[in-house]
C-alpha cells in the first residue's frame, strides 16, 4: 500500500490507524467496503455466488449485485493485494488531487464508471467488476500526470499515461482475463474525454453544452460541496 505520510510512532512503528483516517472518505469508504467484503467471503458470512453481476438475478430482485459487484476481489492473495493497492493509492491520489474540494465531481466520475461497466457487463460475460473500476481510476490519473516518470519493480522505466498497460500485463501474468481489466480502461478513456477534452473543444467551437460532466446539485448537497458550487458560479 501506499502509506504517504502516515504517522510513525518512534516506540511502536507504523500507525496504521492514522494512515488509514488519513485516506480521503470516499477512497476510504470504498476501500473497507471490499476489505469487508472479501473477508466475509473468507470467513463464509456470505458467498461470492451471491455477489456476483447477473443480469437475470437483478432483474429478479437481487439488486445489491449492482453493488457487490464492484466490492469483491476474490480470496486473500497476491492478486488481491495487488488490486487493494491500486485502489487505494490512485483513488486517493485522485481525490487529493484533481478532485480535491471537489467531492461531488469525484463520486460522479465512480457513478459515470459503475453505470457504464453495468451497461456493458451483460455482453462480455464478466462477474466482478471492482478490478475495471480501479483500471479506470488507474487511467484517469495517468492521463492527468502524464510527465511522472514510474518504475515497475524496478526493471524498466515509464510515464504515467502507460501505467494501466502495464497493470493489464501484469494482471494477465497473474492469470487474470484480459476483458475485465480492458473494459476499466476504455471507460477511463471515455469518462477522461468528455471531463477533460470535450469542454476545450466545445469552448474552441463554440458548442452550446460547454460541460457534461457536471454533477447535478443535489450530489453536490448529499456530498457537502453545495455551497461551494454556488460559490464557484458566482465566480463565474
Known amino acids: 500500500m501506499d502509506f504517504g505520510n502516515a504517522a510513525l510512532d518512534g516506540a511502536n512503528g507504523f500507525d496504521f490507524l492514522s494512515w488509514y483516517m488519513d485516506i480521503p472518505v470516499i477512497s476510504r469508504l470504498y476501500l473497507t467496503s471490499a476489505f469487508l467484503t472479501t473477508a466475509a467471503c473468507a470467513i463464509d458470512l456470505v458467498t461470492p ?49 484533481d478532485f480535491r474540494g471537489r467531492r461531488a465531481n469525484f463520486v460522479y466520475m465512480l457513478l459515470f464508471g459503475v453505470t457504464l461497466m453495468t451497461l ?42 502507460y501505467l494501466p498497460w502495464v497493470m493489464l500485463g501484469f494482471s494477465v501474468l497473474l492469470g487474470n482475463p484480459i476483458t475485465i481489466d480492458a473494459i476499466g480502461i476504455f ?17 474552441i467551437r463554440g458548442w452550446k453544452v460547454q460541460r457534461i460532466m457536471e454533477p447535478p446539485k443535489i450530489l453536490h448537497w448529499i456530498c457537502g460541496t453545495y455551497q461551494e458550487e454556488i460559490e464557484h458560479d458566482h465566480d463565474d
Open 49 to 97: 455466488f451471491s455477489l456476483y453481476f447477473s443480469l437475470d438475478l437483478i432483474v429478479k430482485g437481487q439488486i445489491w449485485r449492482l453493488v457487490t459487484t464492484f466490492l469483491f476481489f476474490g480470496v486473500f492473495s497476491i492478486d488481491f493485494l495487488f488490486h487493494m493497492y491500486f485502489l487505494v493509492r490512485y483513488s486517493r491520489l485522485l481525490e487529493e488531487g
Open 120 to 161: 456493458v457487463a451483460p455482453f462480455v460475460s464478466v462477474h466482478f467488476l471492482g478490478s475495471a473500476l480501479t483500471f479506470m481510476m488507474t487511467y484517469v490519473w495517468g492521463r492527468r500526470n502524464e510527465t511522472v516518470r514510474m518504475s515497475f519493480l524496478g526493471v524498466f522505466t515509464f510515464t504515467a499515461p
Open 187 to 203: 471507460v477511463g478513456h471515455m469518462y477522461y474525454f468528455l471531463e477533460y477534452v470535450y469542454p476545450v473543444l466545445a469552448n
